[in-house]
Each structure stands twice: as C-alpha cells, then as structure tokens.
C-alpha cells in the first residue's frame, strides 16, 4: 500500500523494488520503517582465496555486491595470484567494540576526581557494565578530560556481533550508575563521538576499534609477471609513490589503493552496516621485495567494524552469502564466542589484500584504464537510461 502511495505521488512505476523474495513484514519489525520495497545489488563471487588464520584455514569464495564494473574481475585476479603463491596469512591482532559518552561536571577537580574514582572502580563499573548478557565483556576504560567534559570510552568484546547496540545500552546503565554516585556528573550525550563511530578518525586509526586486523602474502615473483603482467619492483614503486607520497599530500587516513571497494562489496552482500565502511577501510599495505625476488605484501585494518550475528545478518540473503564464505550460521557451536566473527574478519581483510595486490599490479602495469573500459563501461546502461 506504501509502495503504491508512492507511485501515485511521484508517477513512476517501482516494478523492480516491489520484486523480493524476503518477509518484509519481519524484516519491519526489526531492521526498517516505512517499508516500500527491497533494492536489489547485483552479486558477484570472486575466488577461490586460500587464507591461513587464526580461524580462517582454507580456500574461500567471496561474496561482493557492487555495480562497479571491473571490481570482481580484479578481486579474482588478485585471489589467484595469492592462492598460487601459496595462500594469505591472516591474524586479528586486537578485538573490541566501543562507546564513549560526554559527560559534564562541574569543574577539572571534579573530573579527575571521576577518572580517579572510575579506573579504582572498574570492577564494579564491568559488573554495570555486562549485566546478565553473556557476551558482552568489558575489557578497558579510557578517558579524556577537555574543559568541563569527561569522555569516557568503554572498550568491550561482544561476541560474535558486532555489539554496537549492546554497548550503547550497557554504557547507559553505566552512565546512570555514575549520576546515581555523583548527582554533580551529567551525562550530556550517551555517544560524545570519542568513539568514535561511523567516520573515519585518526584515534581509530591509532588506538583500534572494532576488530583490528591484518593478512599477509609472499607472492612469488613468477605469477606477478604472469597473472598481474608486471614486476615485484614495479609495484613497490606504485606503492611508494601513490600510497605513501600521494596519500600523505592528501592527508587522507589508510595508505592504501582502494579498499573501500572490497570492504563495502562485502559489507553490503553479507548485511554488516553500511555505515561503517569508511571507518573499516582506514588500511595501511606494505610492500617489500624480498632477497629471493618475490613480493612480501601486507594490509593492516586498525578499525574493522563487523560480526556474524545481529542487525541485518539474520535476513535470508544475507545468511546466504555469509555461507559462502563459510561464515553463515551466526556463531560455531562449542567454541568460543566470537570465533565466528573472527574467522569473518581474517578472510574479509584477506579478501581487501587481495583486491590491492590487482590493483597496484594493474596500475604498475600500466592496464587501470583498459580494463575498466572493456568491462565497466558497456553500451546497455547508456541505452537503458535514454528510454526513460
């Protein structure tokens, strides 16, 4: 009914967006308002990709939802060359989730006297904190003081979510535990963007969020000149010169080539919050050759902010596409919580290196232009968009 109110007002017929397979009645409940329909992105898959982790051991597909044209063709080309050298190493290096409230006191006496008395109390403050849920545990407290504002930024691991709605409501009770001890303290705002949530920060970038994460590869030098057409050297140098330099003019946060395209690709097929690509794409990749002549490469993911369970994830298409990289089912049974998620980020930032390992080979190449006009930029869209 919604969905044809809009046509009636705007004209236009949404043959395409009335078309889903999903129950939009339960996905209302949960996840929209004011449903009208389900917009569609095309999937792809690229690999399979040998990845080597904590968790992660094996070869994977990967899901990648996107209209860039060109984008699963070099994820996939990046795929081989790693699987055919051997595989990526991959690791998360530092696990927690985050919210820090702003809250007002009256002067810095009394804000060092609510530091002092939070970190000599953090005991008490976890058991607020966690509550009766069993997956979320508070792991640190960290503080910053400005004015008369006290930022407090909990640090917590939740499981196989990515928690951000646990957090929230666990540092309210803590909030309120807190004006309940000092009626001088009040909290101004439950998220004083310390977090800091949904942008890309140079203290995430720092100090980590989320899941921090980084995968690794030694690619022998004779699939570089054979899959990627260029040289261990080459691509050193496009590093060099692009990540670095160019990056550091830009004063952009993540000395990488794209790794947005792979983690929002993921993000979107797999139902993780599209929010949160700017921040987990906040990439550092290195590159060296080695004495033998291969190319070590790597790619660090300080903020990678993702889970198996909760938000969208319980949506059909999105269990789906998480059971093709092997990553469906929320949770694995008898381990410990937050495996699943893990194993999820060790093949997600595998998946990202993969997609720099095309794209630096390609522009070392000299090949960027050629391939995005032979399979990004066909004549049926321009056709499509003159008929309406």
Known sequence: MRRRAIEKITG????????YSINLDETASRNIENPIGVQQIP?????????????????????????EGALVASVNRGCRTITASGGARARVLKS????????????????VKLVEWIHQNFEEIKRVFEGDDPFLKLVDVQHWIIGRNVFVRFVAEAGDAMGMN???????????????????????????????????????????RGKTVQAEAVLKREYIKEVL??????????VYRKLYIGTGQAAAYGLNAHVANIIAAIWLATGQDAAHIGESSMGIVTAEVLENGDLYVSLTLPSMICGTIGGGMWLPQYQEAL??????????????????????????????????????????????????????????????????
């Open 12 to 19: 236009k017929e949404l043959r395409h967006i009335g078309s």
């Open 166 to 208: 646990m957090a929230t409501s666990a540092s309210d009770k803590v909030c309120n535990y807190i004006e309940q001890q000092f009626p001088w303290a009040k909290t101004i705002a439950l998220s004083g963007n310390m977090c800091v949530d949904k942008k890309p920060s140079a203290l995430n970038y720092i100090l980590g």
């Open 96 to 111: 927690g989730i985050t919210r820090a409230p702003c809250i007002c006191v009256p002067d810095t006496e009394h804000a």
């Open 43 to 67: 999937l792809g898959v690229a690999g399979p990709l040998r990845v080597k982790g904590e968790v992660a051991d094996g070869e994977y597909f990967i899901p990648l939802a996107t209209t």
């Open 323 to 388: 059971s093709i990289m092997d990553c469906g089912g929320g949770f694995i049974r008898g381990a410990p919580p937050g495996t699943l998620a893990r194993k999820f980020a060790e093949i997600a930032c595998s998946a990202a290196l993969a997609g720099e390992v095309s794209l630096i080979g390609a522009l070392a190449a000299g090949h960027l232009a050629k391939a995005h006009e032979r399979l990004g930029r066909g004549k049926t869209a321009r056709k499509a968009i003159e008929k309406l």
């Open 229 to 238: 057409k260029t040289t261990p050297e080459d691509m050193v140098e496009v």
